[in-house]
């Protein structure tokens, strides 16, 4: 698992070309736990390149991804070693974990029409095995998309419409729809056959065909609930238990069964969590108070601000000591 705190903290740049200063937020590090609760602290601003926020586990855990700008930074979580792709930003993972979706955009931030390419590469290497390309469109520059299970399909979320891409066949079919958007890079089926849409609901669409299918209110179960789930935003899809559904909503994760059953709850302020799904037991334990990680990256802000104050004192200290070593020396001559 992998999550981090919501913060407000950000920074500056000067852009020369725009002549403008450019704010980018500061998100906290982020804590990933493992098996038996071993700890790896992680700060993906620290690359180098500035941090958009994304972040993408695998689904074994092995690796996690965060978007810088157009480029994909890749961690070995078992290693701690880190490289860039430069295919593109961070989608999702494939459901087995053997391959990513990217999406490249051409020119920058604000180029109008917006274009491109989403790419689908092996990992860890990067190397690109297929792509479909995104035609010119509209402002702003968001997509979605997810791959199914056995790497052919993929689903392609880009204002209102839905299209259907298959490996060397292109588009198999298109919806406009007004969904809210794709749930979370396990939102296919383990059958192929369905994927789940937030669309006033948890909607199943049928993958061959888009036709909607069942849809889950999941709203209303939750609101029901006793230990009442601080959601916000949408859901994301997180697994299966059989046709029941495991969602992430807001910082508690649910299995919406016809008795929904909080899983896990993190910690407060929690900006976003991510949970290595492949093989995981959805049962639910009795863990105690949400811990937060290493205490050090909890009071980041405090040591910052603590030690540039303690940097200032040191500085008017000095600048004290030489101004009364240079009144006591004695005039030349």
Not at 17 to 26: A, I, N, R
Not at 279 to 289: E, I, L, S, Y
Request: hydrophobic share 35%; charged share 20%; glycine share 12%.
């Amino acid at each position: 698992m992998a999550f981090d705190i919501n913060t407000h903290d950000g920074t500056y740049t000067d852009d020369e070309d725009k002549g403008e200063l450019v704010f980018h937020p500061t998100f906290a590090p982020l804590t990933l736990v493992g098996p038996r609760d071993t700890y790896r602290t992680f700060d993906p601003s620290e690359s180098g390149g500035p941090w958009t926020g994304t972040v993408e586990l695998s689904p074994d855990g092995r690796y996690l991804m965060t978007g810088h700008n157009q480029r994909t930074q890749l961690l070995d979580v078992t290693t701690g070693q880190t490289r860039m792709l430069a295919a593109g930003a961070p989608l999702a993972w494939s459901p087995d974990g053997r391959q990513a979706v990217l999406a490249h955009f051409d020119g920058d931030q604000d180029a109008y029409p917006v274009s491109g390419q989403i790419r689908v590469v092996d990992m860890p290497s990067g190397d690109i095995r297929w792509t479909v390309p995104l035609d010119p469109g509209p402002l702003p520059r968001t997509v979605d998309a997810v791959l199914s299970p056995d790497g052919s399909t993929m689903l392609v979320q880009r204002h209102g419409d839905l299209y259907a891409y298959r490996r060397d066949h292109g588009v198999v079919w298109k919806r406009s729809t007004n969904i809210d958007g794709l749930v979370g890079q396990v939102s296919w089926k383990p059958d192929g056959r369905s994927v789940a849409l937030a669309d006033h609901g948890l909607c199943m669409l049928a993958t061959d065909s888009g036709e909607q299918g069942k849809c889950v209110q999941w709203k209303p179960q939750l609101l029901g609930m006793r230990a009442g789930v601080q959601f916000y935003g949408g859901p994301e899809v997180l697994g299966w238990d059989g046709d029941d559904l495991i969602i992430n909503a807001g910082r508690d994760v649910v299995h919406l069964s016809e008795t929904p059953e909080i899983l896990l709850r993190t910690p407060r302020d929690t900006r976003q969590v991510r949970i290595a799904t492949s093989g995981v037991r959805w049962t639910a334990r009795q863990p105690g108070p949400p811990d937060l990680g290493p205490a050090i990256h909890r009071y980041r802000p405090i040591i910052r601000i603590g030690g540039l104050t303690a940097i200032g004192i040191i500085a008017v200290i000095v600048a004290i000591r030489l101004r009364r070593h240079i009144r006591r020396r004695p005039p030349a001559g």
